[in-house]
């Protein structure tokens, strides 16, 4: 028997033993009247922080691996 197998069976198996059912979770029927603070929604655009970029010719890498190196101690 394979283990994914094992690992998807074993909740199932172990879901037949419980002696009472999960409590049920559900909303007030009233949600006018509830005390929750709610901040509005503001519409937001999913391509506001976009920023165009077009490709450029690869650098030598040599020369950019020495810009972003740490200062090496003279010791």
Aim: with cysteine; charged share 20%; proline share 12%.
């Amino acid at each position: 028997m394979k283990p994914i197998f094992l690992v998807a069976t074993l909740p199932l198996l172990a879901s037949g033993c419980a002696a009472t059912l999960p409590l049920d979770v559900i909303a007030s029927g009233d949600l006018a009247a509830s005390q929750a603070e709610v901040r509005p929604l503001k519409y937001t655009s999913p391509v506001s922080g976009y920023t165009h970029r077009v490709p450029v010719d690869p650098r030598p890498w040599r020369n950019q691996n020495d810009a972003q190196a740490p200062e090496r101690d003279a010791s």
